[in-house]
């Protein structure tokens, strides 16, 4: 049974930085995806970023030269790093694992006030 536990998440004002934490466990596969989706209220949830266990990563174009991710494959930990952030990166940030399917973690709140 996979599980993924997030952390990390809090209340910053606009032009702040917070680091988002994911650990994995379970998990019987080498090769897989990590990454963060985020879901703002009134609004469908969409992908922020991931990176496969080779180190590749994509980014949403919102985030890109802002927001970081990065994964400790010894520790099944992925990370995202966001820096600059804006009150319209307020959402709940859901850690997902993609390996053979779909896992979710449970969401951390990040709220961006002006």
């Known amino acids: 049974q996979v599980q993924l536990v997030e952390s990390g998440g809090g209340l910053v004002q606009a032009g702040g930085s917070l680091r988002l934490s994911c650990a994995a466990s379970?998990?019987?596969?080498?090769?897989?995806?990590m990454g963060w989706y985020r879901q703002a209220s009134g609004k469908q949830r969409e992908l922020v970023a991931d990176?496969?266990?080779?180190?590749?990563?994509n980014y949403a174009d919102s985030v890109k030269g802002r927001f970081t991710i990065s994964r400790d494959n010894a520790k099944n930990t992925v990370y995202l790093q966001m820096n600059s952030l804006k009150p319209e990166d307020t959402a709940v940030y859901y850690c997902?694992?993609?390996?053979?399917?779909?896992?979710w973690g449970q969401g951390t709140q990040v709220t961006v006030s002006s």
């Open positions: 379970g998990n019987r596969f080498s090769f897989n995806v």
């Open positions: 990176i496969t266990s080779g180190g590749s990563t």
């Open positions: 997902n694992l993609y390996s053979v399917r779909h896992y």
